[in-house]
């Protein structure tokens, strides 16, 4: 049960003895789509008595076979694992995505993972599904492998969502992102758009300079971060020593500060003011997850700290208002 590397399912025999169903993806952001076939996939598993089997990588196959132009990512993988497990399924496998898979070829990936670790009797994919080296392989070579091999391919439409022209995928969900289109974004991801990390120290200046103390996180690299500007959302700060997880409405920046870094080129800092907070709880090296709920503004530069502390006064105000509409 659980997450397993594919190494460790094959010395253990997990699955079911009657074989499994399975689904293979990057499955970045684990959006509503990917939950949408992946409960397909369970009820794929359920008709025929065979265990659910997610399979996915442990980076983003595009870092190893076209690095210069690999997407930047929906989650980390921590919290990819964890939101797959979260859908249900059965098992979920990760193959290590490293130079030698991404050489393999399509039908060796088939005999070595599908039918002889996973012992596949339904393999379920989407409209637009490929695999192995140079994407060789497809829904047809599935097909005839798997009527020599005992395994049939399920077709999973796409899930549309009402509002957009085109299906649900992480593509699509990364231009919101850059668009600042968290709403969006909230929409098809069937949550809000979350970025963990650790609150570090920051220059200690929200506190003392505009009475506004904000919560420093570093953006993870490789992940993606929504566009510059303000937002309110929530940030969950992880259980400390002697306190519990707790949730706080928050006005948000993610930006790179220019009324104090005038400069080109600053670094983009995601601070969370944390609206409501008990001053004695700390901060430091707790783990936090921002999540964006919506856009307040564009960020600006101001003539001084006292008119920054203006504003930032009307983005709380904002940040309760949007938070109280979202909860509607
Ligand atoms: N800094 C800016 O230079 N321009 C902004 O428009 C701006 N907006 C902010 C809005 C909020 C809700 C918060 C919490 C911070 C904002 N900041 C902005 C960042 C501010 O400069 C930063 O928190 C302090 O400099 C401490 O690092
Ligand atoms: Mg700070």
Same mark, same amino acid.
């Given at each position: 049960?659980?997450?397993?590397?594919?190494?460790?399912?094959?010395?253990?025999?997990?699955?079911?003895?009657?074989?499994?169903?399975?689904?293979?993806?990057?499955?970045?952001?684990?959006?509503?789509?990917?939950?949408?076939?992946?409960?397909?996939?369970?009820?794929?598993?359920?008709?025929?008595?065979?265990?659910?089997?997610?399979?996915?990588?442990?980076?983003?196959?595009?870092?190893?076979?076209?690095?210069?132009?690999?997407?930047?990512?929906?989650?980390?993988?921590?919290?990819?694992?964890?939101?797959?497990?979260?859908?249900?399924?059965?098992?979920?496998?990760?193959?290590?995505?490293?130079?030698?898979?991404?050489?393999?070829?399509?039908?060796?990936?088939?005999?070595?993972?599908?039918?002889?670790?996973?012992?596949?009797?339904?393999?379920?994919?989407?409209?637009?599904?490929?695999?192995?080296?140079?994407?060789?392989?497809?829904?047809?070579?599935?097909?005839?492998?798997?009527?020599?091999?005992?395994?049939?391919?399920?077709?999973?439409?796409?899930?549309?969502?009402?509002?957009?022209?085109?299906?649900?995928? %992480?593509? $699509?969900?990364?231009?919101?992102?850059?668009?600042?289109? #968290? /709403? +969006?974004?909230?929409? @098809? &991801?069937? *949550?809000?758009?979350?970025?963990?990390?650790?609150?570090?120290?920051?220059?200690?200046?929200?506190?003392?300079?505009?009475?506004?103390?904000?919560?420093?996180?570093?953006?993870?690299?490789?992940?993606?971060?929504?566009?510059?500007?303000?937002?309110?959302?929530?940030?969950?700060?992880?259980?400390?020593?002697?306190?519990?997880?707790?949730?706080?409405?928050?006005?948000?920046?993610?930006?790179?500060?220019?009324?104090?870094?005038?400069?080109?080129?600053?670094?983009?800092?995601?601070?969370?003011?944390?609206?409501?907070?008990?001053?004695?709880?700390?901060?430091?090296?707790?783990?936090?997850?921002?999540?964006?709920?919506?856009?307040?503004?564009?960020?600006?530069?101001?003539? %001084?700290? $006292?008119?920054?502390?203006?504003?930032?006064?009307?983005? #709380? /105000? +904002?940040?309760?208002? @949007? &938070?109280? *509409?979202?909860?509607?």
């Amino acid at each position: 049960m659980g997450v397993q590397r594919l190494d460790s399912f094959a010395a253990t025999a997990s699955g079911s003895a009657s074989g499994s169903a399975v689904t293979i993806g990057a499955f970045d952001g684990v959006h509503a789509g990917h939950r949408y076939l992946i409960g397909r996939l369970r009820e794929l598993a359920a008709e025929r008595d065979l265990a659910s089997v997610v399979v996915t990588f442990d980076r983003h196959p595009a870092r190893v076979v076209r690095p210069e132009s690999a997407p930047l990512l929906l989650c980390d993988l921590d919290q990819k694992l964890e939101l797959l497990e979260a859908t249900g399924v059965d098992h979920v496998v990760v193959v290590p995505f490293d130079h030698t898979r991404s050489q393999e070829e399509a039908e060796h990936f088939v005999t070595d993972v599908l039918v002889d670790t996973l012992r596949a009797r339904v393999v379920a994919v989407g409209e637009d599904f490929h695999f192995g080296r140079g994407r060789r392989g497809t829904v047809a070579l599935l097909e005839a492998m798997g009527a020599r091999m005992g395994f049939d391919v399920a077709h999973i439409d796409l899930l549309r969502d009402g509002s957009l022209e085109s299906p649900v995928s %992480s593509t $699509a969900i990364r231009l919101m992102l850059v668009r600042g289109e #968290v /709403e +969006a974004a909230a929409g @098809a &991801l069937g *949550r809000p758009y979350e970025i963990r990390g650790v609150v570090a120290r920051g220059d200690g200046r929200g506190g003392t300079v505009l009475g506004y103390p904000t919560a420093n996180l570093a953006v993870p690299d490789g992940v993606l971060h929504p566009a510059i500007g303000i937002y309110a959302g929530w940030c969950v700060l992880s259980p400390g020593i002697g306190s519990a997880q707790t949730t706080h409405a928050a006005a948000i920046s993610l930006g790179v500060r220019p009324t104090f870094h005038p400069e080109e080129g600053a670094p983009v800092t995601l601070e969370a003011f944390l609206l409501d907070l008990d001053e004695a709880v700390p901060l430091y090296e707790r783990s936090a997850r921002v999540q964006f709920v919506s856009r307040l503004r564009d960020e600006l530069r101001f003539e %001084s700290a $006292a008119a920054l502390a203006e504003q930032i006064a009307r983005d #709380v /105000e +904002a940040t309760r208002a @949007a &938070l109280a *509409r979202a909860a509607r």
